[in-house]
């Protein structure tokens, strides 16, 4: 609750010191930018007391970047600024993934997301005139109803998140992966001096199959390759064929036909092709 | 409702985070008009479960959480771009992604 609290005041803020750049009269834009950095420094201050380690206050700061962004998609006019602003808030859950520790799905979401997706969309506004939208191009309906859905929504799931307060956190740690990250984070001990002095459970592990012996040591992309070319095979290749899927018909749907004959000059680009076979029909050809 | 220093990003933290940004994402699914924006709202929403997916997985030691992400990941890539190539062809026909415009997609 206290971080929910923490990223609405401090989300708040911002856009209060955003609104104050946009105002024309002096003294306002002062008073609001005074009051929205105010607002940022000393919440971020008082709920910031207790955060000692970096990779924490790596994830606050990012998420709350993360939340401004997305604001700014939800509720942005301009088009490329709300598709630069998507492309911020997947620069920040990058971060955060790496905060997580989970290294590989930052990169890949640096790459597919950050690089790919939005690259997609700028390339879309580009080639998409928006001015012939009409007067009011990105117009917005039912925004109340929006924001009351929104609201339930998140009420709704912050109470079932609530509602569960610890039993994510009692449960403890599997066995196979408390052995090797210690294989994988031992300060100053290579897999070498490791395997040496390997302990009578972790031998039992790896001959119960939990651990596999030549399990690779450092990092944490390892593990997840090993994870997903061994136990999740099958629904790699699965999502591997919706990939393949989504290709063919992206290319289907969006290949430029010649309006209305179509069908006529495949066939003459069919007849011209083939010209060994068919050259009585070119030759009938006007 | 007592406030207390941030201490530690508990899952249930990073479980506020992804509830925020999953209702963000509905938010602007609902009030836009534009199909890109659409777009745009879904792909805010899909990153909601990434998010906390690999939270879970940090938290509780696993991989698993990871390989779901990567999945979804994969599914966020082929949405687009079949989103996009929809979006494209719809324009070519009414040279408009309004989705007032496109009323006759309801069925």
Redesign the interface.
């Known amino acids: ?7 609405i005041i401090i989300v708040g803020g911002f856009y209060i010191f955003r609104g104050g750049l946009a105002v024309r009269q002096r003294p306002a834009q002062i008073v609001l930018m005074l009051l929205g950095a105010i607002i940022v420094v000393g919440s971020a201050w ?7 380690r970096v ?2 206050l790596l ?2 700061v990012l ?1 709350v970047t ?2 401004v962004s ?2 700014h ?3 942005g006019q301009r ?1 490329v600024q ?2 630069l602003s ?1 492309l911020a ?2 620069l920040s ?1 990058a971060g ?2 790496v905060a ?3 290294e ?2 930052g990169v ?2 640096l790459a ?2 950050a690089g ?2 939005i690259v ?2 700028l390339f ?2 580009m ?2 005139d ?1 001015r ?3 007067p009011r ?7 109340w ?3 009351v ?3 339930l ?2 009420v709704g ?2 109470a079932v ?2 509602g ?2 610890g039993q ?2 009692a ?1 403890p ?2 066995r196979y ?2 052995i090797t ?1 210690r294989y994988a984070y031992g300060v100053g001990e290579g897999m070498d001096t490791r395997m040496g002095e390997m302990s009578e459970e972790e031998a039992r592990a790896i001959s119960a199959g939990d651990v596999h012996p030549l399990r690779p040591i450092t990092g ?1 992309t390892q ?2 390759g090993w ?2 070319y061994t136990r ?1 095979t099958v ?1 790699f290749e699965v ?1 591997s064929l ?2 393949t ?3 063919v ?3 289907c ?2 290949r ?1 036909r010649a309006s209305g004959e179509s069908k006529k000059s495949g066939t003459y680009t069919k007849a011209a092709s083939g010209t060994g076979t068919g050259g009585r029909e070119g030759d009938n050809r006007p | 409702m007592t406030i207390e220093p941030l201490n530690d990003f508990s899952p249930q933290v990073a479980a506020m985070f992804s509830v925020l940004l999953l209702a963000l994402g509905l938010i602007g699914l609902m009030r836009r008009r534009n199909m890109l924006f659409v777009l745009m709202s879904v792909e805010l929403m899909l990153q909601a479960p990434v998010t906390l997916f690999i939270a879970l997985s940090n938290h509780m030691r696993t991989y698993n959480g990871q390989i779901f992400a990567i999945f979804i990941i994969m599914i966020t890539a082929a949405q687009a771009a079949v989103g996009v190539a929809i979006v494209v062809s719809l324009y070519r026909h009414r040279r408009s992604i309004s989705t007032a415009h496109w009323t006759a997609l309801k069925g």
Do not use: K
């Open positions: 609750m206290t971080a929910l609290l923490f990223w008082y709920f910031g007391r207790g955060i000692d990779s924490h994830r606050f998420s993360a939340l997305a604001v998609v939800v509720f088009p709300c598709a998507l808030v997947f859950l955060i993934f997580y520790q989970a590989f799905l890949i979401t597919i997301n790919g997706v997609t969309f879309i506004l080639l998409i928006l012939m939208e009409g191009p990105v117009a917005a309906r039912w925004t109803g929006a924001v859905a929104g609201f929504l998140a799931l912050l998140v609530s569960s307060s994510v956190a449960s740690p599997p992966f408390e990250s944490f593990h997840v994870e997903l999740y629904p999502a919706i990939l899927v989504a290709v018909g992206a290319v749907v969006g430029q």
